[in-house]
C-alpha cells in the first residue's frame, strides 16, 4: 500500500499480467469467466462513516464472497496496525481471518478495495491457482480481481496529489486500467461511470489504449499500415521469432510457413498458416481472429 509515498507508473508487470490472464482461462475455462459478466456494483459494497465499522466490514465482506462464488466461505474481518493494506489466512476453511490495516478505520470507502484483493486470495487458492513466486502471485491475486470484476475498486482507490497519495494493490493504476480494459471490451462493460477518483479515471484511459494496441498488432487486419508493412518485411525474412514483435514465423512438418501471434483477448498464442486472409478461433477463449497473413 502505497500512503503518502511515490507511486509506479507504467507496465513493469505486464508480462505477468498477461501470463495471468491465460492462466486463468486455462484454470476457469471460457465458460466458468463468462459467469462473471457483471461486476461489483457500488451500491453492493457503499460504506459510510455512520456505519458501525465492523458490521459494515463483514456486510462488504459477504458481497465479495457472493461475488467470487464463494457460498461457504465466511470472512472474519478485524482492523491492526500493520504495514500492507490487509491479510488473510489461507487455512482450509471455511472461516477465514481478514486483517484490515487500521487505516481503513478512517477511510472506510477504501474497505471494499482491500477486501476484493483479499478475496481473491481465498478464491485463488481454492482453485490451486498459483505463481512461483509471492510477487508474482500477488500480480494474479491484482488481475483476477480486476477481470472477474472487482478490481475496479482497487483502480478507484488510487489518489495521487502534489502532497499526497494512495494507492492499493501491487498493479501499477496504469496496468489495473489495462486489465480492466480488457474485461470491459469483452463484456462491454464501461467502469470508468463508477470511478470517484479522477486519477483512476486517467489510468483507465492510458490502459484502455494499450489494450485496443493489442488488437492492433499483425497479422490482425485491425493492424495499421506501419505495422503491415513491417509484418510484410519480416514474412520475407521469416527467421523465427522477430526480436520487437509479437509474432514469430516457422514451418510446419510439411514445409508451410505459419505464423503464431498471441491472441488479444487471453494471449495465447495461435498459430495459423501464412496464406493471406485467414479467420482463426483460439480454442482457449474462443475469440474470432480476422488475419491478414
Known sequence: MANGGPVQHGYP???????????LYRRLSYATVQTFSTSVVPADVAFCDTDDLHLGAQRVAREIVRHFRLPDARLIVGFREMTHAANVELAAGPEYFVELNDRFRT???DI?????????????????LSFPTTAENEILTDTVT????AGWLLLDAYREDAVSS???GYLTPEEFGYVLAKRALLFHE??????????????YVKGMALARRDEQQP??????WAGRRRYAHDRRRASGIQPTAPYAFSPDPAGQLRVSFPCPTCHQRIRVPVKGRVRARCGLCRTVLECDT
Open 13 to 23: 508487470h505486464l508480462e505477468t499480467v498477461r501470463a495471468a490472464i491465460t492462466a
Open 146 to 149: 480486476a477481470y472477474l470484476g
Open 219 to 224: 497479422p490482425l487486419t485491425g493492424a495499421g
Open 166 to 168: 494512495q494507492k492499493l
Open 107 to 109: 477511510h472506510r470507502g
Open 112 to 128: 471494499g478495495a482491500a477486501l476484493a484483493h483479499e478475496v481473491a486470495h481465498v478464491y485463488l487458492h481454492r482453485l490451486d
Open 190 to 203: 464501461d467502469p470508468s461511470v463508477w470511478f470517484t477518483s479522477p486519477q483512476a479515471y486517467d489510468a
